[in-house]
């Protein structure tokens, strides 16, 4: 159980496009997901808290008209990078909540050229 | 803003040996801590979490101990494998928000 999907694993895009990553629970309901970015051998950086029919609430420094997120229904979150440059490359990792515990996803790995 | 130190970065040890991570969190309303182990590549995986009306908890070769007066919570792994390389996080959270501060990150190195 509590199973979380992202899709998807990795994408290479050039600089000036938009990249939408999916976050999907699949066994479980959550109204609350997370997304984080994590750069190499660093730590997991909390970007966003999605929330299920309302708008997300982003960490100070995110900008949200670049990392917009969206989480339509209880299952499925997503994160659309717009505009993507070569420093917003990066492993986007997104989780989902059960209680007060987080499950995660596998990741995206997205590299801007 | 909540704040999360972890030490050390990177701990070798060797097989069978025990590894202690040490985490220390500055929001006092923190109330639940979980312990993420991360191999290359790959999904933070939970391993093991603890709430702050307890002081110890095990499961198998892993224990988590808090202490809530000095905002210091460890984990603990007996008779390390080399399958237990990897990287492993904590992390602090406040009941409410939900939202997890993690700690830097420890490299673990179990070696045969």
């Known amino acids: 159980g509590a199973v979380v999907s992202q899709h998807p694993s990795w994408v290479i895009c050039k600089s000036g496009t938009s990249v939408k990553i999916e976050c999907r629970s699949l066994d479980f309901q959550a109204t609350t997901m997370f997304w984080y970015r994590q750069f190499p051998k660093q730590s997991l950086m909390l970007m966003a808290t999605s929330n299920e029919g309302s708008k997300a609430t982003y960490e100070q420094g995110v900008e949200k008209d670049k990392f917009l997120i969206n989480h339509a229904s209880l299952t499925l979150s997503t994160l659309t990078v717009t505009s993507a440059h070569p420093e917003d490359s990066s492993f986007y990792i997104c989780?989902?909540?059960?209680?007060?515990?987080?499950?995660f996803g596998p990741g995206t790995r997205l590299l801007v050229l | 803003g909540e704040n999360v130190e972890q030490h050390p970065s990177t701990l070798s040890v060797q097989e069978g040996d025990s590894a202690v991570i040490k985490c220390t969190y500055s929001d006092s309303a923190s109330n639940y801590f979980p312990w993420y182990k991360q191999e290359l590549g790959k999904r933070p995986q939970l391993i093991i979490d603890i709430r702050s009306n307890v002081g110890e908890k095990k499961d198998q070769r892993i224990a988590v101990t808090l202490n809530k007066t000095a905002k210091h919570f460890s984990l603990h792994i007996t008779e390390t494998q080399p399958e237990d390389s990897a990287v492993y996080f904590c992390a602090a959270s406040t009941s409410g928000t939900y939202k997890y501060i993690f700690g830097t990150g420890t490299r673990l190195k179990v070696l045969a």
């Open positions: 989780s989902a909540r059960i209680g007060e515990t987080q499950y």
